[in-house]
């Protein structure tokens, strides 16, 4: 079992930046594809952006040119840097593991 925790949400004005970090609690960490996926209230869960074990990133064209996901194998943890926030980036924003294991989630605010 794999274990994930983000942390990093909170309230933003539009305009800013936020990172988002996701700590797994296993070594095997690095044989993951990671993502991180968004949702909205009423809206179904997104994908925003994935990562490959070979670093290898995916996004949505909502963020592209605004977010960064990165990985750091030796700390098994997975980032997401998020500039130039708008207020349709507000979601609950969670962090998975090959599409299996999944965190709780991290709230993100950018009011306008």
């Known amino acids: 079992q794999v274990q994930l925790v983000e942390s990093g949400g909170g309230l933003v004005q539009a305009g800013g930046s936020l990172r988002l970090s996701c700590a797994a609690s296993?070594?095997?960490?690095?044989?993951?594809?990671m993502g991180w996926y968004r949702q909205a209230p009423g809206k179904q869960r997104e994908l925003v952006a994935t990562?490959?074990?070979?670093?290898?990133?995916n996004y949505a064209d909502s963020v592209k040119g605004r977010f960064t996901i990165s990985r750091d194998n030796a700390l098994n943890t997975v980032y997401l840097q998020m500039n130039s926030l708008r207020p349709e980036d507000t979601a609950v924003y969670y962090c998975?593991?090959?599409?299996?294991?999944w965190g709780q989630g991290t709230q993100v605010t950018v009011s306008s």
């Open positions: 998975c593991a090959s599409w299996v294991y």
């Open positions: 296993r070594s095997i960490f690095s044989r993951h594809a």
């Open positions: 990562i490959s074990s070979g670093g290898i990133t």
